[in-house]
């Protein structure tokens, strides 16, 4: 199973991250908001974070058999933003493989379009009947409005405050934690 390629709507569809996708990477990153509202994306983003981001997808895809980091792209394969599974559901503890986590960012020019709730609940349909999932997590800085936004209009339920989950730019961060079940 590859699920290579996602259709989401007459416009937008999902692929892996490939080889190509370094310049658009690279220029939507520049976002701080990004690097800001997630864990692990770097800022300032360079060309070599951009490879090395590919690099990992594609060897995650060699070891999974499986894609599960996704770009969102428009017209002409271009990539307007990401969405993982981040692959909690194969690790060996076999009381979680019904759960998976997911993580995503939108390039600004495309934001509020509604583009993230359609690829969210695309890629959700997708965990719980073709991967298996009973229940989908997405933990979010408590901050982060635009992002409870979407995940709410999902269907997702707040589950809890995480007081101080985080450490990020010199803060702690509460978290809250949303999830999604079947
Ligand atoms: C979060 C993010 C992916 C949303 O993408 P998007 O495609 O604009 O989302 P949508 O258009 O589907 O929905 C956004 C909703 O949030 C609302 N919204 C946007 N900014 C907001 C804000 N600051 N406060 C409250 N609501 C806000 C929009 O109005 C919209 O709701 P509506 O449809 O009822 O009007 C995008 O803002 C982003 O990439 N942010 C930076 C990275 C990030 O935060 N990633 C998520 C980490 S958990």
């Known amino acids: 199973m590859i699920l290579d390629k996602i259709i989401v709507d007459e416009e937008v569809f999902l692929s892996p991250v490939q080889q190509g996708d370094e310049d658009a990477l690279v220029e939507h990153l520049q976002d701080k908001e990004i690097h800001d509202n997630t864990c692990v994306i770097p800022f300032p983003h360079t060309y070599q974070h951009a490879q090395e981001w590919i690099e990992t997808v594609q060897k995650r895809i060699k070891e999974r058999g499986i894609t599960l980091d996704w770009a969102i ?78 995940l709410e209009k999902v269907g997702f339920q707040l589950e809890g405050i995480q007081r101080k989950c985080y450490f990020k730019n010199g803060k702690f961060i509460d978290g809250k934690m949303y999830a999604l079940v079947k």
């Open 73 to 150: 792209r428009i017209s002409e394969e271009k990539l307007i933003g990401c969405i993982s599974f981040h692959g909690h559901n194969l690790s060996c503890m076999e009381v979680v493989k019904h759960t998976d986590e997911i993580g995503y960012w939108l390039a600004r020019p495309y934001r509020g379009k509604g583009i993230t709730t359609k690829v969210v609940k695309k890629v959700c349909e997708i965990g719980f009947e073709q991967l298996g999932l009973v229940r989908i997590e997405a933990p979010v800085f408590a901050f982060n409005d635009a992002s409870l936004k979407v």
